[in-house]
């Protein structure tokens, strides 16, 4: 099943997304169940993503169907951890060492944007750079869980750019990841969230990122180095991860910074992030 907020008659609605070839149609949840949360976070925080399940079911029955411009499905999350550095392909082009463990930031949810909005270039940055990711939504409160279990706490996947600022990233004193990666706007995700069914096996993904239509980035999630349950197992030694939680995993070779000449960021660009399974994430970049 595919999830996501919909703009739809100046309202925000959480629905569920039925794709064919020849077009998306979008159930209103909350016409069929009007007890479940009118937001995705909300279902995923009371634990009713089953009923969310049977609402779907149901309004493709009634055909609950309704229109509008497709939001980013969570935008307000307690957490949103980054890994970084966690593509083989991506620590290869880098000359970097593999981490002996991931490798963990954040960012805050004035990054979050969803699909079509733009990403704002700040003035005080001349190297802003994009990196496709996968990212992976806690659906249970999750503390102290095993790897063997981890995937048991995920509620689904979507696509995710981590957007970066490179000179604040790596030119400031003492690397200020969390300036370098938190501007406004700089975590475009969505379209939907897609639940763990419909996903398979994440670590068998197809990902890439174009640049105005042009291949920059074109890798498979089979090269993560900490596989998503390695991942939820070591930051719930740590922490509690809480249903609506974000994990972008890491992003793959082919970054601006790391070309020769380097390309980052300017206005008028658009960049698109497709990962299999998952669709297309477009955004146009603004100074």
Not at 155 to 178: C, E, H, L, T
Not at 242 to 247: E, S, Y
Not at 266 to 273: Q, Y
Request: glycine share 10%; charged share 20%.
């Amino acid at each position: 099943m595919k999830l996501t907020m919909l703009e739809s008659a100046g309202e925000l609605k959480v629905v569920g997304v039925e794709l064919s070839e020849s077009q998306t149609q979008f159930i209103d949840l909350c016409a069929v169940d009007d007890s479940l949360p009118n937001c995705l976070f909300g279902i995923l925080r009371e634990g009713v993503l089953d009923r969310a399940t049977r609402a779907f079911q149901g309004g493709l029955a009634q055909k609950k169907f309704i229109e509008g411009k497709i939001k980013a499905p969570i935008t307000k999350p307690e957490k949103i951890i980054c890994i970084g550095l966690n593509y083989g392909d991506h620590a290869r082009e880098t000359k970097a060492e593999i981490p002996s463990e991931p490798v963990c930031f954040g960012k805050y949810a004035n990054t979050i944007i969803g699909p079509g909005d733009s990403i704002r270039l700040p003035a005080v940055s001349q190297r802003v750079d994009y990196e496709a990711e996968l990212v992976v939504v806690i659906g249970k409160s999750a503390y102290q869980v095993d790897a063997a279990d981890a995937l048991d706490y995920v509620a689904g996947y979507m696509i995710g750019n981590d957007v970066s600022a490179r000179d604040w990233q790596k030119g400031r004193p003492g690397g200020q990841w969390m300036l370098g990666k938190s501007p406004d706007t700089f975590a475009p995700i969505g379209p939907y969230v897609v639940t763990c069914e419909e996903v398979g096996d994440p670590h068998q993904l197809s990902i890439s990122l174009t640049l105005n239509g042009e291949t920059m980035q074109q890798s498979s999630t089979t090269e993560l180095i900490f596989g998503i349950d390695k991942i939820i197992a070591h930051l719930t030694q740590i922490m509690t991860l809480q249903p609506g939680d974000l994990i972008f995993t890491g992003t793959p070779s082919g970054v601006g910074d790391a070309r020769k000449p380097p390309v980052y960021l300017k206005d008028g660009d658009t960049v698109e992030v497709t990962i299999e399974k998952l669709g297309s994430l477009q955004n146009t970049v603004v100074s």
